[in-house]
């Protein structure tokens, strides 16, 4: 089975590996598209230096297809923030910790700009991927002239819309399944949003182009599932996380080998952007604190502080636990091993 985006692609199975800021890396990229897939990096938290020599580690590894991943939210607006009661809520966790007072929050790495647009077209990859959103016009366009393929996520019909408006050439629908952040940018950020099955298939039905189903996928029914429903491929991210090649922390790991269907949650207490977890200790004591949250990316800058003293302790009471609904289903292999385990499922369930 193949479709225009995979024969554009070079690709033989349907199977995109999630971008995933600090955690998918050059090897696990490679390893996806090197079996047919479409390895990613997200490079969103990466100074271009860093995203340069993960990009140049990535193109040594394969000479097939990838996708590289940024970020295009507002600049945090921290003039406008008062950062005064989050800070009397964190100052109990800080001294926890001995780590002193709570600092001023700043956002700890920029949108997507013109150092990004520049990084992109002088790396050239096979396509560029974007959550928050889409970058100006007229950087979608040097880059669709670069013959860098364009895909943005939508977690609505409305912003699906929008991204095919806009100049992308294929939607991520990213159902409230998903692990990590989710891709809103129409409306209100905090609102649920379809699963995948409901958004895929009304998504598929509202665009012309290719769909990508993304949200709980973890298994080769699950990708002929999405497929069924039109999808072209499925982009799976936790699935990937305890592949040995994932940057996955080890209690990251070990909560995700624990995980219950029913334990994740969606917070921005982490980042100041709703994001899905594992929920754990922070999560539960910070619920009602989600409203003081520095804008996002800024609420990382006083969170990030806890997270190395928590991970020391063997605790993952203070770690962004991402992960999507399906995390009780991710496999520690290789991620080769899981992409042949994941291409021979879908092709068993297809026939079925
Ligand atoms: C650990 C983790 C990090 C993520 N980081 C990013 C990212 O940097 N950029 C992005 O577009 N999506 C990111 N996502 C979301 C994925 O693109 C995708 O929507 C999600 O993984 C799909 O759901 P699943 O995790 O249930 O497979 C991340 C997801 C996870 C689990």
Redesign the pocket.
């Known amino acids: 089975m193949t479709n225009a985006l995979l024969t554009r692609l070079g690709m033989n199975v349907p199977i995109i590996q ?7 890396t050059p090897a696990l990229a490679a390893a996806v598209s090197n079996a047919g897939g479409l390895g ?1 990096l ?4 990466l100074p271009p230096e860093k995203a340069r020599a993960a990009i140049d580690d990535l193109r040594d590894r394969t000479n097939r297809s990838f996708n590289l ?3 295009v939210n507002e600049p945090a607006a921290l003039d406008r923030y008062d950062a005064g009661p989050m800070a009397a809520r964190l100052a109990p966790y800080y001294a926890e910790y001995g780590l002193g007072a709570v600092p001023a929050p700043k956002a700890p790495y920029p949108p997507f700009g013109a150092a990004g647009v520049e990084l992109l077209l002088a790396t050239r990859p096979a396509v560029a ?4 959103g889409l970058p100006e016009a007229s950087a979608v366009t040097a880059l669709r002239d670069a013959g860098i393929l364009i895909m943005g ?1 939508a977690t609505t019909i409305a912003e699906a819309k929008a991204l095919e408006a806009g100049g992308a050439d294929a939607i ?1 629908a ?2 409230w ?7 809103v940018f129409l409306g209100n950020a905090d609102a649920p949003s379809a699963g ?1 099955l409901a958004l895929t298939r009304q998504i598929v039905m509202a665009v012309k182009l290719p769909v990508i189903a ?5 298994d080769g029914a699950g990708i002929a599932a999405v497929l069924a429903l039109g999808a072209a491929a ?8 305890l592949c040995p090649e994932a940057a ?1 922390k080890p209690v ?1 790991r070990a909560a995700i080998v624990n995980a219950k269907d029913n334990d994740t949650t969606v917070t921005r207490v982490f980042s100041g952007r709703p ?2 977890v594992i929920a754990n200790r922070f999560v539960h004591e910070m619920s009602d604190a989600a409203v003081l949250a520095a804008p996002f990316p800024a609420q990382h800058s006083l969170t990030s502080p806890l997270r190395q003293p928590s991970q020391d302790r063997g605790s993952t009471d203070f770690l962004p636990l ?6 009780g289903m991710a496999r520690a292999v290789p991620a080769a091993e899981l992409m042949n385990a994941l291409a021979l499922e879908w092709r068993a369930a297809t026939k079925r």
């Open positions: 999630a971008p995933m800021a600090g955690v998918a990613s997200g490079l969103a938290d991943n940024f970020f991927s974007f959550h928050f996520s991520v990213q159902g399944e998903a692990g990590g952040h989710r891709g995948t993304a949200g709980g996928i973890a499925a982009q799976i991210g936790t699935a990937f996380l996955t990251h994001a899905r991402y992960a999507g609904q399906a995390a």
